[in-house]
């Protein structure tokens, strides 16, 4: 049996994260192979998650990041299936790191390919669960491009917003970061009313429609009624059209055109845990 050291452990488990009785154990299954450790870690994760597929992963990290030219920014939730994992600050340091390397791709399924200190990030991910004893997975991932890119993590990382603004005025970041804590807060269905799904608009009418019956409404008016409660659900429901939180007299529109008269918000995205 190959004598294993202190130090190889620990540099096992300063590689993997595992702890030092899976990191010990490892490598003397792989008799001292530091790179067979390393997979026999990664196999324990396949069984952990193949165990675990059906549990319910909705805890974890919501974590934005935004690039050094604040024209483009992620949003990635690293899952798990506890608050208690949730926490850890291991788990979201983890979050962190890999919603920096998002930045640098366009879509989920190339982020889950990408190198990520010698892993792909789906390797990394099924590491993890091995290591935790959850089901770990990426859940949300969101891009967003536009002249000026703002974002908000709430408090616990359970939300994370990004926001375009249609110009990098000299308040932009303040301004992106106020109506991306409104997207947070309010958790608009879309930007403004072009952008409502079809299938919403016709679900709030009926929605409407069936309540105008019951106050017992004439069927010949229904249509005109349910449209001005639609114009009302637009405006509550919709970013651009939404009272601002920091003050409710002006639209979340209006208040960006306070500072810069051309200014205008470009999109948004939001991802939620729970």
Known sequence: MAKITAAEVNKLRKTTGAGMMDCKNALVEAEG??????????????????KRADRDSSEGAAIARVNGSHNEGVIISLNCETDFVAKNESFVNLAKDLADLALNFDSKDAFLAADFNGLSVQEKLL??????????????????????????????????????????????ATIAKDVAMQAAAMNPV???????????IEKEIEIAK??????????NMLDK????????????NTLVNQDFIKDSKLSVAQYVKSADASLEVTGFERVALG
């Not at 192979?33 to 193949?50: S, T």
């Not at 879309?190 to 919403?200: G, P, R, T």
């Not at 069936?210 to 409404?217: A, I, P, S, T, V």
């Not at 009624?225 to 509550?236: M, N, P, S, T």
């Open 33 to 50: 192979d530091f790179d067979k450790a390393i997979e026999i870690l990664r196999k324990k994760g396949q069984k952990v998650a193949a």
């Open 127 to 172: 590491e993890q669960t091995g290591v935790i004893g959850e089901k770990i997975e990426i859940g949300g991932f969101r891009k967003l491009s536009a002249p000026f890119v703002g974002s908000y993590i709430h408090a616990g990382n359970k939300i994370a917003t990004l926001v375009g603004l249609s110009e990098a005025v000299a308040d932009a």
């Open 190 to 200: 879309a930007l403004n009313e072009a952008e409502v799904d079809q299938e919403i």
């Open 210 to 219: 069936d309540q105008l019956r019951q106050e017992g409404k004439p069927e």
């Open 225 to 236: 009624i349910a449209q001005g409660k639609l114009k009302r659900f637009f405006k509550d």
